[in-house]
């Protein structure tokens, strides 16, 4: 059994560790305000865009676009998004595990990784091959000043090797926020795109200028960017979320230890106390006798 200073040793690393967590929690709480507001503010812009592509491309007819074309997804490329930091429970072995499943999945095509991300860029190094090294470095910095001019750059980069054909296909891998509590790991394909060539407004005589090619030439590259943009607002919010959870799990252990090691601290030095009496007491009796 432990003695009276081992557990005051404990108690005082466990309440340490408490005020450090509950810190982690406040600032993940902050943090995650302005997210949800970012991202929940981005979602209806990105929908709203994505229909408007579709409504064009319907009335356009046979519609062509260097990111719509038809291929036999021999090259894949999987954008996992992860968080730089740990410390928020699942967040990133789900993204991790998601992007093993999909690369498990295609074992007969050329699958590629580019992570945003140090997390699961540190988890899949060296294991699958970077098509994308022309870019300086991975773009990890993105998270500290997340920005659309910042994630244009990224997805640039990502588009311009679509259009050089160095993959048939572009998928990314990220946590959806739902809540606080909730983030749900998506896989989402972002090349080639879909064109709505039947259905959308095509009942409705609109007249367009430029002309529907022209507007798409100029929408679709926007969008992309857009998509891109949204899936790591959506990813950003969902690690504060998943970390201010965790950061309360963890606050919410520590507090349960520490009222266990204070039970256990405070029997013993009873216990202590009443061995110390009882050696007085045997002791004056002794020199009494």
Known sequence: ????????????????????????????????????????????????????????????????????KESENKRILIVPISSNRGLCGAFNANVLKKTQHIILSNKNADVSVFSI?????????????????????HPHGVFDELS????????????KAYREDTFDKVILVYNSFKNAAVQIVKEEQFLPIE????????????????????????LIPNSLKVQLYKSLLDSFAAEHGARMTAMHKATDNAEDLLKSLKLTYNKLRQASITNEILEIVSGAEALAG
């Open 1 to 68: 059994m432990a003695n009276l200073k081992e557990i005051r040793i404990r108690i005082t690393s466990v309440n340490s560790t408490k005020q450090i967590t509950s810190a982690m929690k406040m600032v993940s709480a902050s943090k995650l305000k302005r997210a949800q507001r970012a991202i929940e503010q981005m979602r209806p812009y990105s929908e709203k865009l994505s229909k408007i592509i579709q409504n064009v491309s319907s009335n356009a007819g046979e519609t062509e676009s260097a990111y719509s």
């Open 117 to 137: 991300g140090k997390k699961v860029n540190d988890s899949l190094k060296g294991k699958y091959k970077n098509h994308l090294e022309s870019f300086p470095e």
């Open 148 to 159: 659309f001019d910042n994630v244009a750059e990224i997805a640039e980069v990502i588009m």
């Open 195 to 218: 064109l709505n060539e039947e259905n959308g407004s095509a009942n409705t005589d609109y007249i367009f200028e430029p002309s529907e090619a022209e507007i798409l030439e100029d």
